[in-house]
């Protein structure tokens, strides 16, 4: 099955892409207007972090957020058989920033957020960097479309961790060279043992591990941006944030990376991926008060 899966797929990604956009839209109209996927956790978002913004203009972000959003599930399509050469072409980025440290020897952290279209960088980035390039991902519950979307993420040489296997895979592969990317913006599993600070004004649990890594492994810390400039053409900047991570105090990064996160979802508010429940866990001060991270004054 994966083989007829996969041909069939091949075939499509090489359709031109005004085609692929062309598609693109036909699925927005019916994602959008007549399914409605996930709308309302969409706009219940949106209220949440933009309260200042009228619905008409929330109602705006949220269509742009669909548009972008199913580009994105076409521009996967084309990435089976995209080049090298059009890879670069269609994705630019400041390469040195990380390129530079590795010549140093440290191992870096990418910190970003799920902008789109992350599964581009999947594959720029390895392309791109001068030492190996790490990914985690979550297994597909199809095992035909997950051995898909592991080759295509891998196909310049991104490394795959399984989340549910972090801990194995990445005691290994650590042993070495490394650059590896985390999404600091995922709900953790385990709120007992997150951070906790306002995201937009209201308190939101924050993955530890970031934390954790840079410490074990005195790892760089990066921050990682990308959007689109225009359909089928992005931008990425990394910012560094410190290559000192056992100096910072408790929290430092995941503070940082906060502020960040909300700076560039300002700037690009339909960027970012709203369908998922960033605020669905209640800040409980009784069971979490200690774990709340709080501004230097």
Not at 90 to 115: D, K, P, S
Not at 163 to 172: Q, T
Not at 251 to 270: H, Q, S, V
Not at 277 to 293: C, M, N, P, S, T
Request: charged share 20%; aromatic share 16%.
């Amino acid at each position: 099955m994966y083989h007829i899966v996969y041909a069939f797929l091949y075939l499509l990604s090489l359709l031109p892409w005004f085609i692929i956009y062309a598609i693109s839209d036909v699925l927005f109209f019916f994602i959008y207007h007549v399914v409605g996927y996930r709308k309302q956790i969409v706009l219940n978002n949106l209220t949440i972090a933009f309260p200042e913004k009228s619905i008409d203009e929330r109602t705006k972000i949220a269509k742009e957020f669909y548009r972008t959003f199913t580009d994105t599930l076409l521009e996967i399509l084309k990435l089976i058989s995209i080049s090298e050469a059009e890879i670069n072409k269609r994705f630019a980025c400041n390469y040195e920033v990380v390129n530079n440290l590795a010549a140093t020897g440290q191992n870096i952290q990418l910190l970003g957020g799920h902008f789109f279209n992350w599964e581009f960088l999947n594959l720029a980035y390895a392309k791109n960097f001068q030492i190996p390039f790490l990914g985690i991902y979550l297994p597909l519950t199809s095992k035909v479309f997950n051995r898909i979307m592991y080759q295509i993420r891998g196909k310049f040489g991104t490394g795959m961790i399984a989340a549910g296997n972090f801990n194995r895979e990445f005691y290994h592969l650590s042993k070495g060279r490394f650059v590896l990317a985390v999404a600091g913006d995922q709900n953790p599993v385990n709120l007992s043992k997150s951070f906790w600070l306002p995201l937009f004004g209201k308190m939101t649990p924050f993955v530890d591990g970031p934390e954790r890594i840079a410490l074990a492994k005195n790892t760089a810390i990066v921050f990682t941006n990308f959007y689109r400039i225009k359909r089928g053409y992005y931008q990425s900047e990394f910012i560094l944030l410190t290559t000192t991570p056992k100096e910072l105090p408790k929290g430092a990064i995941t503070l940082a990376f906060r502020d960040f996160l909300e700076t560039e979802i300002k700037k690009r508010p339909a960027n970012f991926l709203w369908s998922h429940r960033r605020w669905k866990h209640e800040f409980d001060a009784e069971k979490y008060g200690h774990l709340v991270i709080e501004s230097p004054k």
